[in-house]
Structures are given as C-alpha cells and as structure tokens.
Nanobody
C-alpha cells in the first residue's frame, strides 16, 4: 500500500475550474494504477477517472466528465492530478484518489487498496 494525501478542491461557480492533487508516499508509486472517485450526497461512490502506465500512459474517464476533466501524474513527485474544467453543479461531491497494483479493474473502487482522505468540491449554479 501507499499513503495518499489529497489537496485542492473548494467552492467554485459553474463553468469554473479546480485542480485536485494526490501526493503518494513510496518509491514504487509509478507502478500503481491511480484513480479518482467521487461520492455525491445521497449517491453511491462513482468512478471518475484513472491513469495507468503499461508500456505507455493510458487514461480512462467516465462519460460525464470526458472533455472536461484531465487526469495526469508526475512520477518524479509521486503526485496525481485531476484538472476539472467547465464544472457543473452535478459535479458537486467529495472526491477521493485511490491507488492499486496488479491487474485491477480501474473503474471498481473495491479493487483499489489505498485511498486518500477525500476533498469536497462544490459547484454553485
């Protein structure tokens, strides 16, 4: 496992942007798949985005954020980012970063074995 510490988030108006960061401990972080999930009030946790290196860097997004959110990672600094643009009120949620190793299912939260503490993102209309 790795330790994940999140930063960023906050309150923004619709159409605005925010960037979430997720800093990891451990020298082998580059081998981990990293994902972002969110939980809106009264809803189940949902997959947002994931990034993995497998001979190249691959990214995956849920349909509702494609074209608006970008996941990236800086292996030198053991940090993963989620750049969120054109935010909508329905993006309001607590966002969590997660890391997992091995052949995990990237969109399935239970497959990840390390989680950040969560950060609130609120988008006002």
């Amino acid at each position: 496992q790795v330790q994940l510490v999140q930063s960023g988030g906050g309150l923004v108006q619709a159409g605005g942007s925010l960037r979430l960061s997720c800093a990891a401990s451990g020298r082998t972080f580059s081998r981990y798949a990293t994902g972002w999930f969110r939980r809106a009030p009264g809803k189940e946790r949902e997959f947002v985005a994931a990034i993995i290196w497998s001979g190249g860097t691959y990214t995956y997004y849920t349909d509702s954020v494609k074209g608006r959110f970008t996941i990236s990672r800086d292996n030198a600094n053991n940090t993963v980012y989620l750049q969120m643009n054109s935010l909508k009120p329905e993006d309001t949620a607590v966002y969590y970063c997660a890391a997992g190793s091995g052949g995990i299912r990237l969109t399935v939260g239970y497959d990840y074995d390390s989680w950040g503490q969560g950060t609130q993102v609120t988008v006002s209309s």
